[in-house]
């Protein structure tokens, strides 16, 4: 049997100074080479993760599609799986003209969709190129309602973007805890870390031990709280068995994020037995069982009386938690989302097939 040919495109993947970006799109495309080589040949395109000046990125997109169609453009593809939408569509729209056989399939990963909705031209211009959509993956259920409402597509599933099973785990029955909570993301406000800092003030315990692993505008206001001598460690750049590291020496997960399309370090940190305390926002709510692998808190006060209700845990109830998050969120993870993801490639290559017969 003639393997079907299939492309990864992103723009977004890990790099010596982003280990963690894209890194989800890393293990999807070694997970299906490793597992499914007899059934498809993949090719990946992506872009690493660099800051630059809007001339800058202007320069860097204008030769990532070059070098996208010196590599791609004469190879012909049974399906192009996109992750994130904009602006890497512009280019696999352009292939496709020449291509109309093959099938795309779009993963919306949060931003790429929600500021299409921010003016009536960009909403134009996203709802334009979305025409070439087969088939879209939303990483999270309130953002499928949003690629519904701002792109006007409907042929969709939602499976989150999937945690690596064979990284994040428990590496001892009983890991050393140095740190009662950890927070991992970036210090932005979206991700609720101000409210983090608000509520480590109020509780004014110098005692508990918080770590930080991330980079961004609120890393000022960290040192701060280090300079009053709060216990505070601060990390940047951890590749995924550092962080399974870090997990493992936590009591708590943090993260009450004002809006997560999914937030994957959330069931990262329940694969390592690590309970969590997030928001209700977002792909968040539907990681946690509530009082069973862990609590909900977005609001500064609710992050206080988080920390307070979990301080006060007892051995057992703690290890109850920590029983829970380890028989949990299995749907979540990279072998069941892959599972997934071949189910729709296999119904579109049979459409395909259909079609053309």
């Known amino acids: 049997m003639e393997r079907k040919k299939i492309l990864l495109v992103s723009n977004m993947y890990p790099s010596k100074t982003k280990p963690y970006a894209g890194v989800f799109v890393k293990n999807q495309y070694e997970y299906f080479t490793e597992n499914y080589m007899e059934e498809y040949s993949l090719d990946i395109f ?9 001339l800058g990125s202007v320069l860097k997109y204008f030769k990532a599609s070059l070098s996208f169609f010196r590599q791609h453009f004469f190879k012909t593809y049974d399906i192009i799986h996109l992750h994130f939408f904009f602006p890497l569509i512009v280019v696999v729209y352009t ?31 996203f709802r334009f190129f979305a025409r070439k959509i087969d088939y879209y993956i939303s990483v999270g259920k309130e953002l499928s309602e949003k690629i519904e409402e701002n792109l006007k597509i409907k ?17 001892s029955n009983e890991p050393t805890k140095k740190y009662d909570y950890i927070f991992v993301g970036s ?94 926002n977002g792909g968040l709510k539907d990681q946690l069982i509530k009082n069973k692998t862990g609590f909900f808190a977005s609001t500064t006060d609710q992050i206080v009386d988080a920390i307070s209700q979990t301080l006060k845990l007892n051995k057992e109830q703690y290890q109850e938690l920590v029983k829970n998050c380890l028989s949990s969120n299995q749907e979540y993870s990279l072998l069941s989302v892959c599972n997934e993801i071949e189910n729709v490639y296999k119904d579109l290559l049979s459409s395909r097939v259909e079609k053309s017969s």
């Open 95 to 125: 292939y496709m003209i020449f291509h109309p056989k093959t099938k795309l399939v779009v993963t919306f990963h949060g931003s790429d969709v929600t500021k299409s909705g921010r003016t009536k031209l960009l909403r134009v211009m």
């Open 187 to 280: 210090f932005f406000y979206g991700k609720g870390i101000d409210m983090i800092i608000e509520a480590i003030k109020i509780i004014g315990d110098k005692e508990i031990k918080f770590c930080f692993v991330g980079s961004g505008p609120f890393y000022v206001d960290l040192l701060k709280l280090k300079e009053e001598e709060y216990d505070i460690s601060i990390f940047e750049n951890k590749t995924q068995m550092e962080l399974r590291q870090l997990y493992n020496e936590a009591k708590f997960l943090l993260l009450p994020s004002r809006w997560e399309a999914f937030g994957l370090v959330a069931t990262e940190a329940v694969f390592c037995g690590t309970p969590i305390i997030v928001s209700t």
């Open 46 to 54: 992506y872009m690493k993760r660099t800051f630059n000046s809007i």
């Open 155 to 171: 042929e969709g599933k939602v499976i989150c973007a999937g945690v690596d099973q064979r990284v994040f785990f428990p590496i």
